[in-house]
């Protein structure tokens, strides 16, 4: 038997993919009414371990315990029955169906009539605080209003031990303080509540306790009132870390890449990009911001030549890029790395091994019709001892090396090239902490050589220490470009919801 | 709470990492080999002697020079139709239309075998081999054109196209090719001595037309340019954009080559092995070729073997069969068991089945 006063507690969980040990006995439990974050670094086996507790994989070894019984889940059903709920990052809802269809969809029983669901429904969201009209249809709400969607849907199954899974990635700031208010007060329900996240001012905020995993084992469980953030950035990296971000200032800048009245519109007849004008300068970091979908992607392929836009000019040392084919702006010196959610789906090719990665934007320099490997073997061994990439070989397919290495493999490439215009998007997503201080410093090298930097980005304190300027995107437009160093952290999250700063406040100078 | 969550399924599947190509292929001769025994109880059940037959299968094929040619010349299309979908699956273009392919390749060939046969020999081959590589590429040109244009399903439209090409011969049989001369049913002339190929070792040359395209895939493959493309094509099209790429180019360039090597084999077989042009002259050979490609996981020089076996299979089932008397429909169940065994393996490559915890494993 468990402990009782524990909602859920798993004793020496062990799942191993391959030869890859995912997490190797991890202690974990949770008492009712408590928020334990669960902290680590991508790759150190939290998202397992929650797959294992909503029962999509299923535990080599070790025991789960839900109120001090011993359980075995073998599916999202078993779950579900046991009270557990998960938020997945990515929503899983039915567009164009209601708030309340959405909630009582996948339930078992019978349909029940509007009246009595609404009042359920009502009741529900009076008990934590939900503001959330059951009528609205999904395509109408906002991100934040689909979470809470998602949170009143397990909630309404029963649920009472709920896990979410980095659930202010796609949040503003303010969106996030929100949230933490719903999570208390389910707290206060008696709910146990395990929120998965790295970004140590939100455990500060919102724990109880902390559980750290690092390389797939639980290191150490912390009451979050005994501890601070430099304390567990130590636990969760597991040696002291320096972490100091440097912003060179160049001199001599210019304009290298201008956009005018830019506009993207999608299939739909919607803006993905709506009359976005900025410039690019050579020795300088572009910072992008913007809550997950404000046109991120969508700019960087247009930059690029994969999107043409439908309005608007973009001028490269003065001349028009718009309608060129992406093989003519590369020759240009144009390079983008664009790290998408997946790592893989654009970039690279996973059955294909470092070195003909390599070769992708190169194969086509020497003349003949044969391919020359050699410089791109002599690249991909090159990379592999700078980058510290491990790989069995430079022919081994990048689909089996961790999501960290795979990473480094692209952005290496995309750097090695010596880009005049250098495109990076959420390059240290599913990084370690050094590994991403060192994309920092590459960043950095490029910007000092001369390049024009764009940075997409995800981590506001990061980029407001690596950015010279901070433009910062909402649904398409361009909120305002600001200088990083004139403005706080909390301006910015106002303009990621679509707020114009007051005229001049922290206008960039040049 | 329930009580069926507590227990513990007995056996899992598992996912497993990818295992090496070595230990892939040991896999794959284990599965032929269990396949051999399954077979072997199969034949047992119809009151037959498993390894006499098995005996009778590889003695039936190398008995003789003659019996080896004839397993050579059964081998010699599905190495090259295989060599063709070969080319469209590393791009991950499903092409199920070598069959439609072989057969225009033949048809074109035979035009000039039944027209002009009185051309130079010399000259006449080689028209003949343009000829068959170009329809076998129009054919492809077909539903790779609709997919680039319109995006059209090409698994579909390669699979119908095949009918088409069916029907095709059927109607100049029965009309315009018909040979006046044939007592009772229609059927195509049988071609001019001089419109055929010439033989080589007592097989027709077309062996050695296979051996050349087999080299001339594997470098494009390889060690192309054009062969990287398709290749990253194939692993994600995205990013072949991403890299500048052509995909549109590429998919039709490579479905052009693809084509016209299954065109080159429908030539070969008419104006080879068969003398005429009959409503056979693919037979299957270019869905089996598909079989043949995935289980060489696309490589040519593994085409080259996989292939061999096939042809012994098929070769030796025809010599159980007017010996021992088994009906070719048993012949048929022991060639379906043994694919059956083969890719079924293919699940062990990927699954590996695991067991309840043990108790007390603390």
Redo the contacts between chains.
């Keep these: 038997m468990g402990n009782e006063s524990y909602a859920i507690e798993c004793r020496g969980i062990t799942k191993r993919f391959g030869t890859v040990l995912a997490n190797d006995n991890i202690n974990l439990a949770v008492r009712k009414g408590e928020i334990l974050a669960l902290l680590g670094e991508n790759g150190a086996g939290k998202t397992t371990l929650m797959n294992m507790l909503s029962g999509i994989y299923h535990p080599d070894a070790g025991q789960i315990f839900i109120d001090g019984n011993q359980v075995s889940i073998n599916s999202p059903n078993d779950a579900s029955d046991l009270g557990i709920g998960m938020i997945h990052q990515h929503f899983k809802l039915v567009d164009v169906y209601t708030a309340a269809e959405n909630i009582i969809l996948g339930t078992s029983g019978k349909l029940k009539n509007k009246k009595l669901l609404k009042e359920e429904i009502t009741e529900l969201s009076d008990r934590y605080g939900f503001n959330i009209d059951p009528d609205k249809r999904i395509y109408d709400m906002s991100v934040s209003e689909k979470q809470t969607v998602e949170i009143m849907k397990v909630l309404y199954r029963g649920a009472n031990i709920l896990i979410l899974d980095e659930p202010t990635a796609v949040l503003t700031p303010q969106e996030t303080e929100r949230l933490f208010v719903i999570l208390r007060r389910m707290k206060e329900q008696g709910n146990a509540i395990i929120i998965i996240t790295h970004k140590l001012n939100e455990v500060m905020a919102i724990s109880d306790r902390v559980t750290i995993l690092r390389k797939g084992r639980s290191v150490e469980t912390v009451n979050t009132s005994e501890t601070n953030e430099k304390h567990l950035t130590e636990l969760m990296v597991g040696c002291a870390v320096d972490l100091l971000i440097e912003c060179p200032e160049m001199d001599n800048k210019e304009k290298v890449l201008e956009l005018y009245h830019v506009s993207v519109i999608n299939p739909d007849g919607s803006r993905a990009l709506n009359d976005v004008s900025f410039d690019i300068r050579s020795g300088e970091v572009l910072g992008i911001v913007g809550v997950a979908g404000s046109g991120q992607k969508e700019l960087c392929e247009t930059i690029a030549g994969l999107i043409k836009p439908n309005e608007g000019t973009m001028l490269y040392r003065k001349e028009d890029i718009v309608g060129k084919t992406p093989a003519e702006i590369i020759k240009m010196g144009i390079f983008m790395s664009f790290v998408p959610e997946d790592r893989l789906g654009m970039g690279l090719v996973s059955g294909m091994g470092m070195t003909d990665n390599m070769l992708l934007k190169k194969y086509n320099d020497n003349k003949g019709i044969f391919v020359d490997r050699k410089p791109a073997k002599e690249l991909a061994d090159r990379l592999v001892s700078k980058l510290g990439i491990m790989t069995p070989d430079t022919d081994t397919p990048v689909r089996m090396l961790s999501g960290g290495n795979v990473q480094k493999v692209l952005i290496g490439r995309e750097i090695e090239s010596n880009p005049n215009v250098l495109i990076t998007a959420y390059p240290v997503r599913g990084l370690d902490i050094n590994s991403s201080y060192m994309v920092y410093d590459l960043i950095n090298f490029q910007k000092m050589k001369g390049a024009a930097i764009v940075y997409v980005g995800e981590d506001l304190d990061v980029m407001r220490l690596l950015s010279d300027r901070i433009l910062v995107l909402c649904a398409g437009e361009v909120v305002g470009i600001v200088d990083p160093k004139k403005v706080t952290k909390e301006d910015i999250g106002l303009m990621m919801a679509g707020k114009k700063l007051a005229e001049g406040v922290g206008a960039y100078e040049q | ?2 009580s ?6 007995l056996l ?1 599947i598992v ?4 295992i090496p190509a070595k230990k892939a292929m040991v896999l794959r001769i284990v599965a032929f080999l269990l396949a051999l025994i399954a077979g072997g109880l199969f034949m047992l059940s119809i009151g037959c002697n498993p390894i006499e037959v098995y005996q009778t299968i590889i003695v039936g094929c190398f008995r003789s020079n003659m019996a080896i040619q004839a397993t050579v010349k059964i081998m010699i299309p599905l190495v090259i139709a295989a060599l063709g979908v070969s080319l469209a699956f590393k791009m991950r273009f499903w092409n199920i239309g070598a069959e439609g392919q072989i057969i225009m390749g033949g048809v074109f060939a035979s035009y000039f075998a039944l027209f002009h046969s009185d051309w130079p020999h010399w000259v006449l081959v080689i028209v003949m081999f343009l000829a068959g590589a170009l329809g076998g590429a129009i054919w492809a040109y077909i539903p790779t054109f609709c997919k680039v244009r319109f995006n059209t399903n090409e698994t579909l439209f390669t699979l119908m196209l095949n009918y088409i090409a069916y029907y095709i011969i059927c109607f100049l049989r029965d009309g315009p090719w018909c040979d006046p001369n044939s007592p009772g049913f229609a059927k195509i002339a049988t071609f001019d001595d001089n419109a055929t190929l010439d033989k080589v070792l007592g097989v027709h040359s077309g062996w050695i037309i296979a051996i050349i395209l087999l080299v001339a895939v594997f470098i494009y493959m390889n ?7 398709l ?2 094509v194939g ?2 099209s ?2 072949a ?6 995909v549109k180019k590429i998919m039709i360039r490579t479905m052009l080559i693809s084509g016209g090597i299954c065109g080159i084999g429908g030539m070969i077989q008419a104006t080879g092995a068969d003398a005429t042009l009959s409503v056979g002259v693919a037979g299957g050979v270019g869905f089996t070729a598909i079989i043949i490609a995935w289980m060489a996981s696309l490589d040519p020089r593994i085409i080259l073997i996989i292939s061999a076996l096939f042809a012994i299979l098929e070769k030796g089932s025809r010599v159980v069969e007017s010996n021992m008397g088994i009906s070719a429909d048993s012949s048929a169940v022991l060639q379906g068991i043994i694919l059956f065994f083969i890719m079924g393996c293919e699940f062990f490559f990927r699954y590996k089945f ?1 067991g309840r ?1 043990k108790k007390g ?2």
């Design positions: 709470m329930s069926k969550t507590v227990r513990e399924p899992h996912k497993r990492d990818e060690y192309t340019k054009q062969g990287y493309e290749a990253v692993g994600s995205a990013t954009t991403y890299a500048g790429m052509n695991q915890a494993s603390e």
